[in-house]
T-cell receptor
Framework: AQSVTQLGSHVSVSEGALVLLRCNYS??????LFWYVQYPNQGLQLLLK??????LVKGINGFEAEFKKSETSFHLTKPSAHMSDAAEYFC?????????????FGTGTRLLVSP | EAGVTQFPSHSVIEKGQTVTLRCDPI?????LYWYRRVMGKEIKFLLH????????ESGMPNNRFLAERTGGTYSTLKVQPAELEDSGVYFC???????????????FGPGTRLTVL
């Protein structure tokens, strides 16, 4: 079975500070990994994805994530937070066991950005 | 290109009533998924359609939930009769066929917030 753990239901940073949202996964076969973001009253939007190519993945809005197999991690980072980054972020895993069809999500991390 | 749309955005019903949620996927997307997020918990998979066929309904909670996708376009999810624990946000997503090389990239709608009183 596959699973995702997101440490910290809430993360607070100041504008301009580094953003680090943690994600650890469990998968019996090589996974694909995703970060989604949900802004208020909107659907989930794909930020970035890892699909077994480069381990450092760059996404939209200046976010990036690094796949580390040895640590089973896929942490999301952004060098400098902006007020508009305040949202809820979800890490998700998918693999061949489900035909790459069933996303398994973490519980989400709400990012709060203060001026 | 229009995104995934869901209707209604909010629904408040009494326990025992029936509610039907609708999802319109992105045009041309054969794969359609339903997910649910109960308050404070993770988003969980409910089921997956390929065109009009159910491929995987392993996440459906019980037989009070019925999903359909007649004609392989829009989908409905009916809850009958609704119980208190059915409250949550129901998300729909769609994706292109695997052959397109974009396996796993699912596009989500804004969700329907269901409250059962």
């Amino acid at each position: 079975a596959q699973s995702v753990t997101q440490l910290g239901s809430h993360v607070s940073v100041s504008e301009g500070a580094l953003v680090l949202l943690r994600c650890n996964y469990s998968s019996s076969v090589p996974p694909y990994l995703f970060w989604y973001v949900q802004y208020p009253n909107q659907g989930l939007q794909l930020l970035l994805k890892y699909t077994s190519a480069a381990t450092l993945v760059k996404g939209i809005n200046g976010f990036e994530a690094e796949f580390k197999k040895s640590e089973t991690s896929f942490h999301l980072t952004k060098p400098s937070a902006h007020m508009s980054d305040a949202a809820e972020y979800f890490c998700a895993v998918i693999n061949s066991n489900t035909g790459f069809q069933k996303l398994v999500f973490g519980t989400g991390t709400r990012l709060l950005v203060s001026p | 290109e229009a995104g995934v749309t869901q209707f209604p955005s909010h629904s408040v019903i009494e326990k025992g009533q029936t509610v039907t949620l609708r999802c319109d996927p992105i045009s041309g997307h054969d794969n359609l998924y339903w997910y649910r997020r109960v308050m404070g918990k993770e988003i969980k998979f409910l089921l997956h359609f390929v065109k009009e066929s159910k491929q995987d309904e392993s996440g459906m909670p019980n037989n009070r939930f019925l999903a359909e996708r007649t004609g392989g376009t829009y989908s409905t999810l009916k809850v009958q009769p609704a119980e208190l624990e059915d409250s949550g946000v129901y998300f729909c997503a769609s994706s292109q066929d695997l052959a397109s090389g974009r396996a796993g990239e699912q596009f989500f709608g804004p969700g329907t917030r269901l409250t059962v009183l």
